[in-house]
């Protein structure tokens, strides 16, 4: 017996060294993959950030002792990876200049500002044309060279060559992995940013896009290191480096179209306080997105806590029914159940206009569509709290409720001294959680109103919050601003983690008094 136990120790024993082996072996071949494109773009930080990471990893699960540390290692590099690198890549951002026009270093701005003269020179390489996006969604040309059928995606940084790419007939790139190629009304749409752009091969060349083909010519401007500035020898214009903005400027402040990525300190945070044009929508969106945060947690809590007592009473018959029932639209997926609101909210073939006999633009007014977002919202949300109400109402200390009838309280005074603060004791972390959630509810405006309506010549709409409009600053607009979007998500987390602050304050004050 003893040899058998023995020998099933040992086994298990060399399973786990087998287990160990080869989960190490994974983590080193993928810390070879992941360092490969770290070295390649030279990003030392991130290499060295990843050697240590790697060695940390080795070190703890190739010793028998630290066997706290080898529960807690994943979790935490979970953590780091998902949670705490993201929120410090964001507020980096925030401190620049990051976004179009401001996506690459001086060097290869200038290469494309050159880029941008070129000439075409008598047997030059001409290239077959589409139009599309990179994976880091730069504008992208994608090139097959005429003369030897090779595929290569042109941007502001530089040539690549594509090799796995899928051509038509006529040799025109139709697809390549990790790129989005355009149709013809993306194509209509974009013809300006198309027109400016060009591709540097070399100090003084490039290629240019001429209608569906593009070619490759000698550029008719040069950078001097001594004046830090770009000449262009045919027009005689001179752009002079702006090295804290990070723009090429001629003598009467027009900007090239291309700049490069600087720190440019708290300019963005500032824009904010200071400048009218953006200060005047910011402070309507934040207005709006806490009516839109509290009306949506105040609805919610009220018609969840109505339905909680009245279901709550033991001889109600079918009270299993009208608790499934109720709860259906939390078991919804909320994604396609705000399409069909949207839709529900059509002012000509809508349910709700239709079943009220209304004629109601719901997205061509700004109070109408919030009132339109509120009530969809409602719908979602009021299911949620009736669960916590209903569980919290049945965890309430019958003795005190029973001391408040002797005492005579009863109705709506007893809800009111007794039952209600009981309530919010145990329910306002939840109450808080759920206005933090609203606060930053993107599928809510984005599905049900996208934001609309616009008025002329807004970019912020009606029914916007903050992190909508941040999301089109970065991404909804013709130009993205990551910078700017990423200094407006560092707005939204501190007011989230003040207001969240002061409500557990409260709470605490609450929970003194009842105690």
């Known amino acids: 017996m003893l040899d058998q136990r023995s020998r099933t120790a040992g086994s298990a024993t060399a399973a786990g060294l087998i287990i160990k082996i080869a989960v190490l072996a994974v983590v080193a071949a993928l810390a070879v993959w992941a360092a490969s494109p770290l070295i390649a773009a030279e990003a030392w930080w991130g290499l060295a950030l990843?050697?240590?990471?790697?060695?940390?990893?080795?070190?703890?699960?190739?010793?028998?002792?630290?066997?706290?540390?080898?529960?807690?290692?994943?979790?935490?590099?979970?953590?780091?990876?998902?949670?705490?690198?993201?929120?410090?890549?964001?507020?980096?951002?925030?401190?620049?200049?990051?976004?179009?026009?401001?996506?690459?270093?001086?060097?290869?701005?200038?290469?494309?500002?050159?880029?941008?003269?070129?000439?075409?020179?008598?047997?030059?390489?001409?290239?077959?044309?589409?139009?599309?996006?990179?994976?880091?969604?730069?504008?992208?040309?994608?090139?097959?060279?005429?003369?030897?059928?090779?595929?290569?995606?042109?941007?502001?940084?530089g040539l690549t060559e594509l090799d796995d790419a899928t051509v038509d007939g006529t040799g025109r790139v139709t697809a390549a992995p990790g790129y989005t190629v355009w149709d013809l009304a993306e194509l209509n749409e974009r013809q300006a940013e198309l027109t400016a752009l060009a591709v540097p091969t070399g100090p003084e060349t490039g290629i240019r896009l001429q209608g569906l083909s593009a070619f490759e010519g000698q550029s008719t401007r040069s950078y001097s290191e001594t004046c830090d500035c770009i000449t262009d020898s045919v027009t005689g214009t001179v752009w002079t480096a702006d090295n804290e903005t990070g723009t090429y400027l001629t003598e009467d402040g027009k900007a090239a179209l291309v700049g490069w990525r600087v720190n440019i300190g708290a300019d963005n945070y500032l824009d904010v306080i200071s400048d009218p044009d953006i200060r005047g929508p910011f402070l309507g969106v934040f207005t709006w997105n806490i009516m839109f945060a509290a009306g949506s947690v105040l609805f919610t809590f009220a018609i969840g806590l109505g339905t909680a007592m009245a279901l709550n009473k033991e001889s109600m018959r079918g009270t299993k029914f009208y608790r499934t029932f109720m709860i259906l639209p939390y078991a919804m997926p909320s994604f396609a159940?705000?399409?069909?609101?949207?839709?529900?909210?059509?002012?000509?073939?809508?349910?709700?206009?239709?079943?009220?006999?209304?004629?109601?633009?719901?997205?061509?007014?700004?109070?109408?569509?919030?009132?339109?977002?509120?009530?969809?919202?409602?719908?979602?949300?009021?299911?949620?709290?009736?669960?916590?109400?209903?569980?919290?109402?049945?965890?309430?200390?019958?003795?005190?409720?029973?001391?408040?009838?002797?005492?005579?309280?009863?109705?709506?005074?007893?809800?009111?001294?007794?039952?209600?603060?009981?309530?919010?004791?145990?329910?306002?972390?939840?109450?808080?959680?759920?206005?933090?959630?609203?606060?930053?509810?993107?599928?809510?405006?984005?599905?049900?109103?996208?934001?609309?309506?616009?008025?002329?010549?807004?970019?912020?709409?009606?029914?916007?919050?903050l992190i909508t409009y941040a999301f089109r600053q970065a991404f909804g607009s013709s130009s993205a601003d990551y910078g700017f979007a990423s200094a407006i998500s560092v707005f939204i987390f501190l007011i989230v983690a003040t207001i969240s602050a002061f409500m557990f304050r409260f709470t605490r004050n609450q929970e003194d008094v009842y105690s």
């Not at 000509?348 to 004629?359: C, H, M």
């Not at 700004?366 to 669960?387: C, E, K, Q």
Request: hydrophobic share 50%; with cysteine.
């Open 50 to 157: 990843e050697a240590a990471v790697v060695t940390v990893v080795f070190y703890v699960y190739l010793q028998r002792r630290a066997i706290q540390l080898k529960y807690l290692i994943p979790g935490t590099m979970l953590l780091l990876a998902f949670q705490i690198l993201p929120v410090i890549m964001t507020i980096g951002t925030s401190f620049t200049n990051y976004g179009d026009g401001h996506r690459v270093d001086k060097e290869q701005a200038t290469e494309a500002i050159i880029a941008a003269g070129v000439q075409q020179t008598p047997g030059g390489t001409t290239y077959l044309v589409a139009i599309g996006e990179s994976p880091s969604g730069e504008l992208a040309l994608l090139l097959t060279d005429q003369q030897d059928g090779s595929t290569w995606a042109g941007t502001e940084a």
């Open 337 to 465: 159940m705000l399409l069909v609101w949207a839709q529900m909210f059509n002012r000509d073939f809508g349910l709700v206009n239709d079943l009220f006999n209304l004629d109601v633009n719901w997205y061509g007014g700004t109070w109408s569509a919030r009132a339109m977002v509120l009530i969809a919202n409602t719908w979602l949300g009021w299911p949620y709290m009736f669960l916590i109400c209903l569980g919290a109402l049945q965890a309430l200390p019958s003795d005190s409720l029973e001391a408040a009838k002797i005492d005579g309280a009863t109705g709506v005074t007893a809800f009111r001294k007794i039952t209600l603060p009981l309530l919010l004791i145990a329910l306002t972390p939840l109450l808080i959680s759920s206005f933090a959630f609203n606060f930053n509810n993107f599928n809510a405006i984005e599905l049900l109103s996208g934001g609309n309506p616009f008025m002329a010549g807004d970019a912020v709409g009606g029914t916007d919050i």
